[in-house]
């Protein structure tokens, strides 16, 4: 049972530098998101993507670029990375609507930008 | 102002004891609340739905007022697993809003 898979789960950048969040899910899920952790935060959305083919920003979408490369695949990309962007990064799928409420997470990605 | 604010505790209590948390939204037109449960370093994972009627999981009762746009969860006969941050979370449309989460502290 993969579920939700995000690589990598840790990662040490030096401010300028790109990168990329992968993220898959084997759930046949028709939504998928991304979200960064920040203590006393809480969950903020970055970007999500309803269905195959659209994507959407969210509430904190700056300095970050993501592709819905297929219905399992959403990636995020950090074209120059930020010391404020030293975030814990989860991915997350749903069903279509979110009607049960239940987003499935993968177990995130530890980001330290220096 | 948040969208969702919690108190961020840290909550400690006794195992046995009864521990309740709120939540506040601010969206008026959020269609659906949840609970959340994440420990420490890991995902979060969702606890259970919020109905207007409340509604009961074994040891723990959601309770949902619209009128006052807050969000109850209550914990019974606390458990040292119990130990965790609940975060309280809105939906509205195809997007889920999250508090900060509270944090409980469960100890024998």
């Known amino acids: 049972n993969a579920g939700v898979t995000q690589t990598p789960k840790f990662q040490v950048l030096k401010t300028g530098q790109s990168m990329t969040l992968q993220c898959a899910q084997d759930m046949n899920h028709n939504s998928m998101y991304w979200y960064r952790q920040d203590p006393g935060m809480g969950l903020r959305l970055i970007y999500y993507s309803a269905s195959e083919g659209t994507t959407d920003k969210g509430e904190v979408p700056n300095g970050y670029n993501v592709s819905r490369l297929n219905k399992r695949e959403f990636s995020l990309r950090l074209e120059s990375a930020a010391p404020s962007q030293t975030s814990v990064y989860f991915c997350?799928?749903?069903?279509?609507?979110?009607?049960?409420?239940?987003?499935?997470f993968g177990e995130g990605s530890r980001l330290t930008v220096l | 102002r948040k969208e969702v604010e919690q108190d961020p505790g840290p909550f400690n209590v006794p195992e046995g004891a009864t521990v309740a948390f709120n939540c506040t939204y601010s969206n008026s037109a959020s269609q659906s609340f949840f609970w959340y449960r994440q420990d420490c370093r890991k995902e979060p994972k969702l606890l259970m739905s919020v109905y207007s009627s409340g509604n009961e999981d074994g040891r723990f009762t959601a309770q949902l007022n619209r009128a006052s746009q807050y969000i109850s969860l209550l914990i019974r006969d606390s458990k040292l697993s119990d130990s965790a941050t609940y975060l309280c979370v809105s939906r509205y449309g195809n997007k889920l809003v999250f508090g900060a989460g509270t944090i409980l502290r469960v100890k024998s």
């Open positions: 997350a799928s749903s069903e279509r609507g979110l009607n049960t409420g239940e987003l499935f």
